[in-house]
């Protein structure tokens, strides 16, 4: 019979715990041996300098051990209660800890106790003072009823910080971890093979829990929690590789080669040259195309930069090799603005197009989907619509999701699931003689992701680490810059003076803001009741239209078309144009309570205005609440580099709200910091990816634990199911 995992032993089995004791870490959320072993500090401070207290001086954090000499409760004049307990350590100096308000306090010591006081000294008529002093149990714990004493706990030296919970004391706290390491930790198996261990020079498991609860210094203390850190990562990036090999071996993809005739007929139909970063994807994409394992790429862009051109490329290598080709957004603005630019493009050419939107007849629709299944369409644009039950494809080679960063590695894999058995030829009826054996290698399409939405290095390699990335920073030469201001509201009248101005010359502008309607809780503007003052008040010589997302998409295809018509020369809009807008002559941009948009918000809809040979303008309002509001707002005004701005968004909001982690499939890491670990990060990636080339099933029985966790972890979640 297998010994049970002792990371997975009840809490209640450690000696004399009381049920009270179990319930102050039930609401940390600590249950097993597990739990609480790897309830980590979240920091530690320093208390090495130990000192006698004839030795101590008014400058720094200083300890003190010594033995309770005196202990008195006390009202004071002012109605505030005073603790004072004294300590000695050589029968004449004394120091005065001392607590404010904290009457409970005096129940925590006894006479005789001997502590250690960590604090700032102060010399108060004739002995040293500490208030508030951090203080630790040398001789063992405060017994609770029915508990046995513990032993001490340690000597001053490095002291961890918690997460702790109101009544739950710290020196509490590291006495069931002495108690959980003392009977447990022995018995923990490392996870890390000897190899890695070896390679990085990581302490055992063991070692290393004790140095991070029970640190002698504190880069003892930092090397354990590496330890681990770098073990979630690598458990997380093994993941990752096992999942990107299952997908490169579910099938053969179609051959799709780039011949120089195939590339001069395509390049032929830009009106312009493709920049050298456009050059460098286009060339990395060729690459995977042309082999017979499905493509798994990223292509992100900065905003401006050309994504969509390469895109184009991609998609009529397909079509010139007889395949079809799919284009998917997630809405029909986008979805219409990308069927509009392949018309441009295509104008002259023969290949067959399709936009397939809700907008349809019944018959149209019938028509189109006979159409897509006989193989009589090329190339097929559309949004989520595209993977329902009645879509098929004759011989589906490419398939590209834009602006997918709002889609994680676990909906990508059951998007991917529904590529492989949907977009086929229908099984019910065999296909054409003609097409039956191609049919048969066509095995699973490509799979390009696109976004314009700068992702930071360390989020790409998570959330999208099991593709390839490529990246466009270059933007199209011409490309005039945008001048940013951040404007007081005192000023709007002359702001609104400018824009007045720019529409007379014949531009246009957008007025965003960031509610559809008016709130009872929150000052803040709203797009329906702006448009209506606006369009009543100072901009009534004008034509002001109205767009947000609660809109139909037909009435919001309607208001863009207008728009893009010059038939409306200001449109009063939500943050539903940061994606998928692209009118060249709107180069006026207001941005209304910009205090409530991240910072790549704001340098999407940034974007929209520096799409023309005109220089944009972009007006922020905003009344930050905070440092950290007007700290972004200044990163926001020095740079208009989004890949700079990304990286700068997610330091400030952390990583889980700048990319929301959880919806993604991934779930939080409990230890890993993207952002302060970023260097652990790149290691474990390497050192995964090389383990699953050697090993990959990861079969070996030195793996065989890390097998194991990566399964429990993200088994599910990545459709890891040949490995397990």
Request: glycine share 6%; hydrophobic share 40%; with cysteine.
């Amino acid at each position: 019979m297998a010994e049970t995992n002792p990371l997975h032993i009840a809490l209640d089995t450690l000696p004399s715990i009381s049920a009270a004791r179990l319930e102050l870490l039930e609401r940390l959320g600590l249950r097993t041996v597990g739990d609480l072993l790897f309830h980590f500090p979240r920091a530690y401070e320093d208390l090495t300098d130990v000192r006698s207290i004839a030795a101590l001086s008014a400058d720094g954090i200083q300890t003190v051990q010594g033995e309770v000499v005196e202990i008195e409760g006390r009202s004071l004049s002012d109605g505030r209660t005073v603790v004072s307990v004294v300590l000695s350590d050589d029968g004449k100096n004394c120091l005065e800890g001392m607590w404010f308000n904290q009457s409970y306090a005096a129940k925590r010591f006894r006479y005789g106790q001997r502590l250690s006081f960590s604090g700032k000294p102060k010399w108060y008529r004739d002995h040293w003072q500490m208030n508030n002093p951090r203080v630790q149990i040398l001789d063992g714990d405060a017994v609770p009823t029915g508990e046995a004493p513990a032993p001490p706990v340690s000597t001053p030296g490095v002291v961890p910080i918690y997460p702790l919970t109101e009544d739950l004391r710290p020196e509490q706290l590291r006495s069931l971890l002495r108690k959980a390491l003392d009977q447990y930790a022995s018995r923990l198996v490392d996870m890390l093979p000897a190899g890695l261990r070896q390679k990085h020079d990581w302490p055992t498991s063991d070692r290393a829990l004790r140095d991070v609860h029970f640190p002698l210094t504190q880069s003892a203390a930092m090397r354990g929690r590496r330890r681990f850190v770098y073990e979630e990562f690598l458990i997380l990036q093994l993941a990752l590789a096992l999942r990107r090999r299952e997908v490169r071996g579910e099938g053969r993809a179609p051959v799709l080669t780039t011949t120089p005739a195939i590339d001069a007929r395509i390049r032929r139909l830009f009106p312009f040259r493709l920049t050298a970063d456009q050059d460098r994807a286009v060339a990395e994409i060729c690459r995977d195309l042309a082999a017979d394992k499905p493509m798994q790429r990223l292509l992100q862009a900065d905003v401006g930069a050309g994504k969509t051109a390469v895109a184009v490329y991609a998609l009529l290598v397909t079509v010139a090799n007889k395949h079809q080709a799919a284009l998917m957004a997630p809405t029909e603005v986008l979805a219409r603005q990308h069927a509009r630019t392949l018309d441009r493009y295509l104008a002259h050419s023969r290949v067959r197009r399709l936009l397939l939107t809700g907008a349809l007849t019944s018959a149209e629709r019938r028509d189109a989907l006979a159409a897509l299944a006989a193989g009589d369409i090329d190339l097929v644009v559309g949004t989520q619509a595209l993977v329902q039950e009645d879509v098929r494809f004759a011989r589906l080679g490419l398939v590209i999701i834009d602006e997918q960063h709002k889609f994680g590695v676990h909906q990508r894999a059951r998007f991917r699931r529904r590529h492989n058995s949907e977009f086929q030829v229908p099984s019910a009826e065999p296909p054409p003689p003609q097409l039956r054996t191609q049919n048969s290698e066509l095995g699973t399409p490509h799979y390009l992701v696109m976004t314009a939405t700068p992702i930071p290095r360390t989020v790409a390699l998570t959330v999208f680490g099991d593709l390839d990335v490529s990246i466009i920073r270059q933007l199209p030469p011409g490309r005039q810059p945008v001048a940013t201001r951040w404007e007081p509201a005192s000023q709007r009248q002359r702001v609104y003076a400018r824009l007045r101005e720019g529409m007379a010359q014949g531009r246009q502008g957008y007025i965003v803001c960031p509610l559809v309607e008016e709130s009872a809780t929150l000052d803040v503007k709203a797009a329906t009741q702006t448009h209506v003052e606006l369009r009543d008040g100072p901009f009534r010589e004008f034509r002001v239209g109205l767009l947000h997302g609660r809109q139909d998409e037909e009435a919001k295809a309607a208001v863009m078309d207008r728009f893009r018509k010059h038939e409306l020369d200001l449109l009063v809009c939500t943050s539903v144009i940061e994606v998928g807008v692209d009118v060249p002559n709107a180069t006026l941009l207001v941005i209304e309570h910009a205090e409530r948009f991240g910072l790549s918000q704001l340098h999407q809809l940034r974007g929209r205005v520096c799409r023309g040979p005109v220089a944009g303008e972009c007006v922020l309002f905003a009344e930050p609440p905070n440092d950290d509001g007007r700290q972004r707002l200044r990163a926001f005004l020095r740079t208009t580099d989004g890949f700079a701005l990304a990286e700068e968004d997610m330091k400030l909001r952390g990583t889980g709200e700048f990319f929301g982690a959880r919806q993604h499939g991934l779930g939080e890491l409990r230890l890993g910091n993207l952002i302060a670990d970023a260097d652990l990060l790149r290691l474990a990636r390497k050192d995964a990816f090389a383990l699953v080339a050697e090993d990959a099933g990861l079969r070996r029985p030195e793996h065989a634990l890390l097998r194991a966790a990566v399964l429990e972890r993200y088994g599910k979640t990545l459709d890891l199911a040949e490995i397990g």
